[in-house]
């Protein structure tokens, strides 16, 4: 998939996203589990919304991504607010050489862009290395339920004056995945003309207990799994886990 112009689009369409519900339950079970430390690695932190977020919180945040786009969008934001925020393109599957963390989280249901199993289990173990002794891990993933009856075979619209897009789900490769394709329609304020470009996405999840069970096979001990932002364990209706791991 290609993130060159959505890159630039993203904050837009993310506007509506509950940043700092991630925020405040990054910093709950922190607290529950008296992580003292403040070294925060945010993988596939895409235009850095978060790392921005967590670094106006105090933490000593480092950024990483795969999309080039991304990490410009994010290191300009993070220049104006004043902070210095290192961000780097890397692999989170393939991920090297940036030291131990305190905390390291994947958000936003990043996760659910590798599409084999063989990818979601490198990235706990390279996590697992990048983590200090008994530090967090923590990560948050659409639900089987979410992917098979939200979004399997809906469209989604948005028609503004600026910015239109058509956004179709249709069932993908593996089980428990979706493509979205997406077509956006920007317009080009010189011209007044609009531009399309078009956008594939594609996403996989896996059960609890598949998760759960990469985990402990990676070293983690599993804390909490938790549903939608809050304390509560999930129901077949959940629609966003949160695992919550120790190193």
């Known amino acids: 998939m290609s993130y060159e ?35 925060l690695l945010d993988l596939a932190c895409g235009t850095g919304e978060l790392s921005v977020r967590f670094a106006i919180e105090g933490f000593q945040v480092t950024g990483v ?20 925020v290192p961000f780097y393109l890397q692999n989170m599957a393939e991920l090297e050489g940036l030291g131990q963390f305190d905390v390291i989280g994947i958000f936003c249901d ?27 891990f923590i990560f948050d993933v659409h639900s089987v339920y979410k992917i098979n ?16 897009y058509i956004w179709n789900s249709f069932p993908g490769e593996f089980p ?14 010189q011209s ?12 996989r999840t896996f059960s609890i207990e598949q998760y759960s069970n990469w985990l402990v096979e990676a070293g983690f001990e599993i804390l909490e799994i938790n549903a939608d932002f809050e304390t509560k ?4 209706e959940s629609e966003r886990i949160f695992f919550i791991a120790r190193k």
């Open 5 to 39: 112009r959505f890159a630039y689009l993203y904050d837009e369409l993310m506007r509506d996203a509950p940043y700092e519900q991630w925020v405040s339950f990054v910093k709950e079970k922190l607290k529950k589990y008296e992580i003292e430390g403040s070294s």
């Open 110 to 136: 990043s996760l659910n862009y590798l599409s084999s199993e063989e990818t979601v289990i490198q990235t706990f173990s390279k996590t697992f290395q990048h983590l200090k002794k008994d530090a967090i």
């Open 233 to 236: 364990a999930p129901n077949p």
């Open 176 to 189: 428990n995945s979706v493509e979205h394709e997406l077509s956006f329609f920007v317009l080009d304020e």
């Open 149 to 164: 009856q939200i979004f399997m075979d809906q469209t989604f619209t948005m028609n503004e004056d600026h910015l239109a």
């Open 65 to 84: 991504d795969l999309s080039s786009d991304m990490l410009t969008v994010a290191q300009t934001k993070a220049l104006n607010h004043g902070l210095k």
């Open 192 to 203: 007044g003309k609009y531009d399309r470009f078009d956008e594939l996405h594609q996403q």
